[in-house]
């Protein structure tokens, strides 16, 4: 099952953006500690963004994290919980 099941059909695309937005930055968080937007305020200079300079090792940790996400989704976890299992 793909992760675009789970978002309502009756949101407007700008909703199902910041919803995947708010799945992408928790996922930050449990991976390396911080937003999206607080790794771009502490490196203003770099291209791109905190992933495309992660290592080989986080982003397949990344992907079993994104998977285990949808799992967790599926079973009707909030956010706050899918955190603390995924952490």
């Known amino acids: 099952m793909s992760s675009a ?12 953006a910041c919803t995947y937005a708010n799945e992408a930055d928790m996922l930050n968080v449990v991976l390396f500690g911080k937003t999206a937007k607080q790794w771009k305020d502490e490196n ?3 291209k791109g963004n905190m992933r495309d300079v992660a290592t080989l090792n986080q982003l ?3 992907a079993n ?5 949808v799992v967790l989704i599926n079973q009707g976890k909030k956010q706050k ?3 603390e299992l995924l952490r």
């Open 65 to 69: 994290l994104e998977s285990y996400n």
């Open 81 to 83: 919980e899918r955190m």
């Open 5 to 16: 099941t789970w978002i309502s059909p009756e949101l407007t695309a700008a909703q199902i």
């Open 44 to 46: 203003p200079k770099a």
């Open 60 to 62: 397949l940790v990344l």
